[in-house]
């Protein structure tokens, strides 16, 4: 009897055992975020890295840029007390007063942003890629601690024809400089693709990188996926390249990777598109590893603004990173290791606001 309710005493507290590790199990789900949106955002004051493999793999990369489309957002507001960004111009469709801002038939001037935009469409379109493009230097210039005092030119074509006409490529890349000038796909079909906000934060970055630099000669990988982190591309390329994890590498070594995003535009469409996306997934995730695992974003921009001031940039990198560049890319290879949310995690929508 005694040995029996011994038994009856241990089979009790196995199953106790387990009820505690099942509940702590899902209070750790629940606290673990299930939306890019809900990942710590990219600060000065982040602490590297940002995040741990279990949110990562539950989230998806962050991707901050499509809160302006939830319905709790609220616009943002500078130190000054001014209203920046999303509506902050235009709320549903009118246009709101600010002195800076002029309109004409097809221009828009506003702060250091000029674009010019076909008449035809409504301007609507234009003045929200305004506020997409006031949002990202907003946040750029704090982030690279770094402002360019030239105007910025934009051109938005007509369509997609105009678009590949003006600029040679079509709608996988959103945008081209072309001198002075930056020719982006029509603002009403990167709105409409959820994509324009991204565009502004990347074509802001590689705006900024390249001033920061001064021209010093810098791999293609450091100035693009720098963009792409900054841009929180990570969902898009995760969403994009998904169909193809079956049947090639999504994934490139750093020559590889460097040679694509050093070259013109391949003449077939379709291979482009797979070239670009997947050299441009690489750069992120060279960037990735860069700021979140090895000494977070004021050693890159470091090295940047050293070289930029003249100092060869080999020399900066060995003192920052303990290798000059080329050793610094072997190093930050991501086929070596497994990208940050997993192969398998399921593709995320940071499109749709998170479930309340």
Same mark, same amino acid.
């Not at 390249?210 to 900054?230: F, M």
């Not at 399921?346 to 499109?351: A, F, S, T, Y």
């Given at each position: 009897?005694?040995?029996?309710?011994?038994?009856?005493?241990?089979?009790?507290?196995?199953?106790?055992?387990?009820?505690?590790?099942?509940?702590?199990?899902?209070?750790?789900?629940?606290?673990?975020?299930?939306?890019? &949106?809900?990942?710590?955002?990219?600060?000065?004051?982040?602490?590297?890295?940002?995040?741990?493999?279990?949110?990562?793999?539950?989230?998806?990369?962050?991707?901050?840029?499509?809160?302006?489309?939830?319905?709790?957002?609220?616009? /943002?507001?500078?130190?000054?007390?001014? &209203?920046?960004?999303?509506?902050?111009?235009?709320?549903? /469709?009118? &246009?709101?007063?600010?002195?800076?801002?002029?309109?004409?038939?097809?221009?828009?001037?506003?702060?250091?942003?000029?674009?010019?935009?076909?008449?035809?469409? @409504?301007?609507?379109?234009?003045?929200?890629?305004?506020?997409?493009?006031?949002?990202?230097?907003?946040?750029?210039?704090?982030?690279?601690?770094?402002?360019?005092?030239?105007?910025?030119?934009?051109? &938005?074509? /007509?369509?997609?024809?105009?678009?590949?006409?003006?600029?040679?490529?079509? /709608?996988?890349?959103?945008?081209?400089?072309?001198?002075?000038?930056?020719?982006?796909?029509?603002?009403?079909?990167?709105?409409?693709?959820?994509?324009?906000? @991204?565009?502004?934060?990347?074509?802001?970055?590689?705006?900024?990188?390249?001033?920061?630099?001064?021209?010093?000669?810098?791999?293609?990988?450091?100035?693009?996926?720098?963009?792409?982190?900054?841009?929180?591309?990570?969902?898009?390329?995760?969403?994009?390249?998904?169909?193809?994890?079956?049947?090639?590498?999504?994934?490139?070594?750093?020559?590889?990777?460097?040679?694509?995003?050093?070259?013109?535009?391949?003449?077939?469409?379709?291979?482009?598109?797979?070239?670009?996306?997947?050299?441009?997934?690489?750069?992120?995730?060279?960037?990735?590893?860069?700021?979140?695992?090895?000494?977070?974003?004021?050693?890159?921009?470091?090295?940047?603004?050293?070289?930029?001031?003249?100092?060869?940039?080999?020399?900066?990198?060995?003192?920052?990173?303990?290798?000059?560049?080329?050793?610094?890319?072997?190093?930050?290879?991501?086929?070596?290791?497994?990208?940050?949310?997993?192969?398998?995690?399921?593709?995320?929508?940071?499109?749709?606001?998170?479930?309340?």
């Amino acid at each position: 009897m005694l040995q029996g309710s011994q038994e009856t005493a241990r089979i009790l507290r196995r199953a106790a055992l387990a009820i505690l590790s099942l509940t702590a199990a899902a209070a750790l789900a629940a606290d673990l975020p299930e939306h890019p &949106s809900q990942l710590a955002p990219l600060t000065p004051a982040s602490t590297f890295p940002r995040f741990t493999a279990e949110q990562l793999q539950a989230a998806g990369y962050p991707d901050h840029k499509h809160v302006h489309t939830y319905p709790d957002f609220t616009p /943002f507001v500078d130190a000054e007390g001014r &209203s920046y960004g999303p509506q902050s111009l235009l709320r549903r /469709f009118t &246009s709101l007063p600010r002195e800076v801002l002029v309109v004409d038939e097809s221009e828009i001037r506003y702060r250091n942003v000029h674009m010019k935009f076909p008449a035809e469409v @409504h301007v609507t379109n234009f003045i929200a890629m305004i506020e997409a493009l006031d949002w990202a230097d907003h946040e750029l210039t704090v982030l690279l601690a770094h402002t360019v005092a030239d105007t910025l030119r934009i051109v &938005s074509p /007509f369509d997609l024809y105009g678009y590949r006409q003006q600029t040679e490529q079509a /709608f996988h890349r959103l945008y081209r400089n072309l001198g002075d000038v930056v020719v982006i796909q029509p603002a009403q079909i990167l709105l409409a693709r959820g994509l324009a906000v @991204h565009a502004a934060f990347h074509l802001t970055a590689r705006r900024l990188i390249a001033d920061l630099a001064g021209g010093a000669e810098l791999p293609a990988w450091l100035g693009e996926g720098l963009a792409s982190y900054l841009a929180e591309d990570g969902p898009h390329f995760h969403a994009q390249l998904a169909m193809y994890r079956a049947s090639r590498p999504i994934v490139l070594a750093p020559a590889a990777t460097e040679a694509i995003l050093a070259a013109p535009a391949h003449e077939d469409d379709e291979t482009d598109k797979v070239l670009y996306r997947t050299a441009g997934y690489s750069a992120f995730l060279m960037a990735w590893e860069l700021v979140e695992n090895r000494g977070g974003l004021g050693k890159v921009r470091e090295l940047l603004a050293r070289s930029g001031a003249g100092e060869q940039p080999d020399v900066v990198c060995r003192e920052l990173y303990g290798s000059d560049l080329a050793q610094l890319a072997a190093a930050l290879d991501p086929t070596l290791r497994p990208e940050p949310v997993g192969a398998d995690v399921p593709v995320k929508i940071p499109q749709q606001p998170p479930t309340p």
